[in-house]
């Protein structure tokens, strides 16, 4: 028995309710008429939407499981539709009357897409300076042929999406919505550890060894560490609320600075002191 309604959703016939929705919604965004502009695509769109009305409901869509294509005259569901629509009847009250109790079709055969509208909303990615991510700010992108600046939140992390409203396509007064995936751009100075920044900062000999007070630039501002004696190569120093912001609890993370020791090249040091070093210094 030819069931071509089913074909006409491109579903098999024991699709259940969710795939039978699924299929429509995905043919009705294709070859609606505002946005496929192809010969024939408004004349697939009413097949679809008619289709549907049929199959979504249950009584109806028993009535054709039991007779098929048989319900219209042998013919085909395309077939079918073009000789009745080209003769100018009503196909609308022609498919009600088939069914009994039929209140018709929702937007009507030929009455366009009523529930269903088309999917506005653009997906696209932007890649964003590493300072933007955990400060926050403006940055500029370019979508759907448009420049604009959007607001980055500070905390920002890798693979985030963002939802930027009104900036997706626009038909008939209506705007969708645009979705970025944020990607974070490396950064040559800081790493970051959850909410956590560590940075690596140079310490002469002299201050690691004797103590000293060191400027560093962060971020936000230049700060002044202070080294203590006997400070060790890789050795990690706390600066509370200086690392990224939390976004759920407004908390910034703090900024791990890390000891990387720098060592005199011997050649420029004094004759005298090398001897001194060569002789005191010890060895294990």
Same mark, same amino acid.
Do not use: C
């Given at each position: ?14 699709? +259940? ?27 697939? @769109?009413?097949?679809?939407?008619? #289709?549907?009305?049929? &199959?979504? %409901?249950?009584?109806?869509? #028993? ?5 098929? %294509? ?6 085909? @569901? ?30 009507? @055969? ?5 529930? !269903?509208? $088309?999917? &506005? %909303? ?7 300076? =590493? ?15 448009? *420049? ?25 007064? *209506?705007?969708?919505?645009? =979705? ?11 790493? *970051? ?6 940075? +690596?900062? %140079?310490? $002469?000999?002299?201050? #690691? ?19 203590? !004696? ?27 600075? *890390? ?26």
């Amino acid at each position: 028995m030819s069931k071509s309604l089913y074909k006409t959703l491109e579903i098999s016939e024991d699709a +259940n309710e969710a795939e039978i929705k699924k299929a429509y919604r995905k043919l009705a965004r294709q070859y609606h008429p505002d946005i496929n502009k192809e010969a024939g695509a408004e004349e697939k @769109f009413k097949e679809i939407n008619a #289709a549907y009305e049929i &199959l979504s %409901d249950k009584e109806k869509k #028993a009535q054709y499981d039991r007779a098929g %294509d048989g319900m219209f005259g042998g013919q085909n @569901f395309h077939d079918f539709s073009r000789s009745h629509s080209g003769g100018g009847a009503d196909l609308d009250e022609i498919l009600r009357s088939m069914f009994s109790g039929g209140g018709g079709f929702s937007g009507g @055969f030929g009455g366009g897409f009523a529930q !269903q509208e $088309p999917n &506005l %909303d653009i997906e696209s990615s932007v890649t964003i300076p =590493f300072v933007v991510s955990i400060l926050g700010g403006s940055h500029s992108v370019s979508v759907n042929g448009e *420049r604009f600046d959007i607001k980055i939140p500070a905390g920002v992390k890798n693979s985030e999406k963002m939802r930027v409203k009104g900036k997706g396509h626009a038909q008939g007064g *209506r705007a969708g919505d645009l =979705f970025l995936k944020i990607n974070v751009a490396s950064s040559s100075e800081y790493e *970051r550890e959850d909410n956590d920044l560590v940075k +690596n900062f %140079d310490v $002469p000999l002299h201050a #690691a060894l004797f103590g000293d007070k060191i400027s560093i630039q962060t971020l936000d501002k230049e700060i002044k560490l202070k080294i203590p !004696q006997n400070t060790k190569n890789g050795q990690r120093f706390r600066v509370k609320e200086l690392g990224a912001m939390d976004r759920k609890t407004k908390v910034r993370g703090d900024l791990y600075l *890390r000891a990387n020791i720098v060592l005199p090249n011997i050649d420029e040091l004094d004759a005298s002191l090398v001897e001194i070093m060569q002789e005191k210094l010890p060895k294990a």
